[in-house]
């Protein structure tokens, strides 16, 4: 495992060690159900999407969950209390996955949260408050471009237009939550109240070195970061490579790869700014021809929204600055703007009670990435930790790897958050 050395403290119980082994076992057996033989590829209602809702629901059932499958695909599994009107607690994450993926993000979150309902129905633990355990169907985007479909759909947040979106081969999303039995006509009667819910918690790997350089376990989510898209074209003026002089040119690709090295600069001179192109296009280029035209993709992101508002300020003057020096037009598409999502103070504190009295270190950092908890911001408070990666951080990834003490850890935290958790917080 590359990265920092394990400096874990040497009191994880045998009961982390059994859980945690439990957790990485059901991790592999999900991965089994793939659309692409030899790695994982678990996209929206694809047959290997539903035989892994299958697969979970049948773990929960066994966990002695009450349980279901909505009509878009979440696995949603009921550890209810005796008081039938006591508020919810969700504990979720994402089971689908990108191309090619790890086995442990987003489905990490499920089967921990799982194993914890298990040891609570073992130990016949009665819970003040309702569980519900919630396998989110989609959350990648990868088939049809839409971002957190299954938790839009909890969180009351489902756009009706999403219905019609396509994926390659032109099916809408309406016609595949038909194939498998759902109704789209359901959908708005899954959203949850506010008034119901006592807050949403999300167990997640890291996704990054932060914590395994750290030497680190466990972290405490304060916020996820908020983020702007855009797709960039720039129009400069196509001629020929071995006339046209240098100082005439109008060079969309000259304009690109300026703009993309103001974005790294910028980005690493900004504390808590990140800045990415992904893509650069060049339209109908050739080797011998300054190139008329170029579309790249920018992704800015901050957990701070005064350092993201200045990076986005910064990058908009760069580019009138590029406009004017180079004599090209660059026009910004908005593709994605989200806010900043904070976690609960609240949260942040009972987690940290749990790491110190566990005799572990905490540690508080930032999620780059987004997660389903971002459709809860405004619904009800959030609470992530993060779990250590190995290999480097690396994440989206079929090496993406998660040690089983660092996951019986993380269930040990859950387990003991939810049996000792302090409801008149939030009321």
Known sequence: MLGAPD???????????VLGGRIIELCDELAQFSEEPGRLTCTYLTPAHRAAA???????QAAGLDTSIDT????????????????TLIVGSHYDTVRDAGKYDGRLGIVTALVVAEELSRRRFKLPFHLEVIAFAEEEGVRFGTAYLGSRVIAGRFEPEFLTRRDASGAT???VIASAGGNPADIPGLARRSDDLL?????????????LEAGLPLGIVT???????????????????GTVPMASRHDAVAAAAELT????????????LLGTVGQINVPGGAINVVAGRSDMSLDIRSSDENTLARGIADVQAQITQIEQSRGVTI???ELLRAPVVPCAEALQRRFADVLQKASLPVRYLPSGAGHDAVMFDGLAPIGMLFVRCGNGGISHNPLETVAEADAGLAANVLLDLLMNFQIDEFQ
């Open 54 to 60: 299958s697969q979970l629901a049948a773990w929960m």
């Open 223 to 241: 916020a996820i970061a908020g983020g702007a898209r855009y797709g960039v074209s720039i129009s400069g003026v196509a001629g020929h490579a």
């Open 72 to 87: 878009v695909g979440n696995v949603i599994g009921r550890f209810p209390c005796a008081d039938p009107h006591a508020k």
């Open 331 to 333: 026009t910004l598409a």
């Open 261 to 272: 090295l103001f974005v790294e600069t910028l980005a690493r001179n900004t504390p808590g």
């Open 7 to 17: 400096t874990q403290p040497q009191h994880a119980s045998l009961a982390a060690a």
């Open 173 to 175: 999303v309406a016609d």
């Open 199 to 211: 807050g949403y918690l999300e167990i997640h790997i890291e996704q990054g070195p932060v914590l």
